[in-house]
Protein backbone atom coordinates (compact mmCIF):
# COMPACT_ATOMS: atom_id res chain seq x y z
CA UNK A 1 0.00 0.00 0.00
CA UNK A 2 2.48 2.76 1.53
CA UNK A 3 4.64 3.33 -2.07
CA UNK A 4 8.39 5.50 -0.42
CA UNK A 5 9.00 6.62 -3.97
CA UNK A 6 5.51 7.74 -4.69
CA UNK A 7 6.45 10.87 -3.28
CA UNK A 8 9.09 11.87 -5.33
CA UNK A 9 7.07 11.57 -8.29
CA UNK A 10 4.34 13.01 -7.40
CA UNK A 11 7.09 16.19 -6.31
CA UNK A 12 7.97 15.52 -9.70
CA UNK A 13 5.04 16.27 -11.29
CA UNK A 14 5.31 19.76 -10.42
CA UNK A 15 8.58 20.27 -11.83
CA UNK A 16 9.38 24.11 -11.75
CA UNK A 17 7.06 24.91 -9.35
CA UNK A 18 7.88 23.19 -6.13
CA UNK A 19 8.89 25.46 -2.78
CA UNK A 20 10.40 23.80 0.08
CA UNK A 21 10.05 24.90 3.57
CA UNK A 22 13.74 23.71 4.75
CA UNK A 23 14.47 21.90 7.97
CA UNK A 24 14.96 24.42 10.82
CA UNK A 25 12.95 26.98 8.88
CA UNK A 26 10.07 28.76 10.39
CA UNK A 27 7.27 30.41 8.30
CA UNK A 28 4.66 32.87 9.82
CA UNK A 29 1.96 33.71 8.13
CA UNK A 30 -0.53 31.92 5.93
CA UNK A 31 0.80 30.16 2.54
CA UNK A 32 -1.28 30.08 -0.94
CA UNK A 33 0.95 28.91 -4.08
CA UNK A 34 0.19 26.72 -7.44
CA UNK A 35 2.20 23.48 -7.85
CA UNK A 36 4.10 21.62 -5.20
CA UNK A 37 5.25 22.50 -1.63
CA UNK A 38 7.64 20.60 1.27
CA UNK A 39 7.76 21.74 4.77
CA UNK A 40 10.59 20.30 6.33
CA UNK A 41 10.21 23.09 8.85
CA UNK A 42 7.66 24.73 10.64
CA UNK A 43 4.73 26.42 9.19
CA UNK A 44 2.90 29.08 11.38
CA UNK A 45 -0.58 29.21 9.56
CA UNK A 46 -2.71 27.86 6.54
CA UNK A 47 -1.28 26.77 3.55
CA UNK A 48 -3.82 26.70 0.50
CA UNK A 49 -3.47 25.48 -3.30
CA UNK A 50 -6.05 24.96 -5.58
CA UNK A 51 -4.56 22.60 -7.78
CA UNK A 52 -0.96 21.78 -6.21
CA UNK A 53 0.51 18.98 -3.33
CA UNK A 54 1.31 19.84 0.01
CA UNK A 55 4.06 17.54 1.56
CA UNK A 56 4.88 17.90 5.47
CA UNK A 57 7.84 15.54 5.54
CA UNK A 58 8.88 13.62 8.94
CA UNK A 59 10.24 16.84 10.16
CA UNK A 60 7.92 19.06 9.53
CA UNK A 61 5.03 20.62 11.17
CA UNK A 62 2.33 23.06 10.42
CA UNK A 63 -0.15 24.94 13.03
CA UNK A 64 -2.73 25.60 10.91
CA UNK A 65 -5.15 24.38 8.13
CA UNK A 66 -4.30 22.80 5.48
CA UNK A 67 -6.01 22.85 1.73
CA UNK A 68 -5.37 20.85 -0.95
CA UNK A 69 -5.91 18.75 -3.71
CA UNK A 70 -3.42 16.27 -2.43
CA UNK A 71 -1.74 16.30 1.04
CA UNK A 72 0.90 13.66 1.87
CA UNK A 73 2.03 13.97 5.29
CA UNK A 74 4.39 12.14 7.23
CA UNK A 75 4.98 15.00 9.89
CA UNK A 76 2.68 16.87 11.84
CA UNK A 77 -0.27 18.91 11.33
CA UNK A 78 -2.28 20.96 14.16
CA UNK A 79 -5.20 21.73 12.31
CA UNK A 80 -7.74 20.39 10.11
CA UNK A 81 -6.73 18.61 6.62
CA UNK A 82 -8.83 19.27 3.25
CA UNK A 83 -7.38 16.97 0.52
CA UNK A 84 -10.11 17.42 -1.68
CA UNK A 85 -8.65 14.42 -3.94
CA UNK A 86 -5.86 12.42 -2.30
CA UNK A 87 -4.44 12.10 1.13
CA UNK A 88 -1.67 9.79 2.31
CA UNK A 89 -0.28 9.52 5.59
CA UNK A 90 2.88 7.66 6.22
CA UNK A 91 3.76 5.76 9.50
CA UNK A 92 4.74 8.32 11.54
CA UNK A 93 2.22 11.04 10.63
CA UNK A 94 0.21 12.73 13.08
CA UNK A 95 -2.75 14.74 12.15
CA UNK A 96 -4.18 16.67 15.62
CA UNK A 97 -7.62 18.16 13.70
CA UNK A 98 -10.59 17.26 11.60
CA UNK A 99 -9.69 15.12 8.28
CA UNK A 100 -11.88 15.91 5.44
CA UNK A 101 -10.57 13.96 1.84
CA UNK A 102 -11.24 12.07 -1.20
CA UNK A 103 -9.28 9.12 -1.03
CA UNK A 104 -7.18 8.33 1.46
CA UNK A 105 -4.42 5.73 2.45
CA UNK A 106 -2.90 5.57 5.64
CA UNK A 107 -0.18 3.46 7.07
CA UNK A 108 0.34 1.59 10.13
CA UNK A 109 1.71 3.51 13.03
CA UNK A 110 -0.43 6.67 11.20
CA UNK A 111 -2.50 8.66 13.84
CA UNK A 112 -5.35 10.82 13.28
CA UNK A 113 -6.62 13.00 16.78
CA UNK A 114 -10.00 14.88 16.11
CA UNK A 115 -13.67 14.95 16.00
CA UNK A 116 -14.09 13.50 12.62
CA UNK A 117 -12.73 11.41 9.16
CA UNK A 118 -15.32 13.29 6.41
CA UNK A 119 -15.48 11.08 3.39
CA UNK A 120 -15.81 14.11 -0.01
CA UNK A 121 -17.88 12.99 -2.16
CA UNK A 122 -17.16 13.51 -5.79
CA UNK A 123 -19.29 16.38 -6.81
CA UNK A 124 -18.78 18.16 -3.69
CA UNK A 125 -14.86 17.92 -3.84
CA UNK A 126 -14.00 21.21 -5.84
CA UNK A 127 -15.46 23.14 -2.85
CA UNK A 128 -13.86 21.03 -0.14
CA UNK A 129 -10.69 23.63 -1.16
Request: avoid cysteine; hydrophobic fraction near 40%; glycine fraction near 14%.
Amino acid sequence: MWNKGKGKADMQRFAGKTSLIAAGAVFRGDLEFQGAVQIDGKVLGDILTEQGLVRVSVEGQVEGEVRAPHVVIDGEIIGDVYAGQHVELGPKARVRGNLYYGLMEMAMGAQVEGLSLIHISEPTRRYAI
